[in-house]
């Protein structure tokens, strides 16, 4: 499994913790924050916490965690 990592976006401090299989669960300035995945297709989604099920939408700030998870894994 992958080691954990902060960065900073849109003047808040993130962790990302890699979970299973494209998974992350997202902590936003300390707290926990939400669970991405990326999918398939390469497309990054909410898991809704209520049902664990990935959520569809547009979601500019899930797009831009998974841009920074994208490049900090390919370094």
């Known amino acids: 499994m992958e ?4 960065f900073k976006l849109r003047g808040a401090i993130y962790e990302v913790i890699p979970e299973e299989e494209n ?3 997202i902590f936003k300035m300390g707290s926990e924050h939400l669970q991405i995945l990326k999918n398939s297709n390469h497309k990054w989604m909410r898991i809704d916490y209520k049902t664990d099920l ?3 939408e547009e979601n500019d700030e899930v797009e831009d965690i998974g841009a920074v998870i994208d490049r900090y894994f390919l370094k």
């Open 3 to 6: 080691e954990s990592f902060h």
């Open 23 to 25: 998974t992350y669960t």
């Open 54 to 56: 990935p959520v569809v």
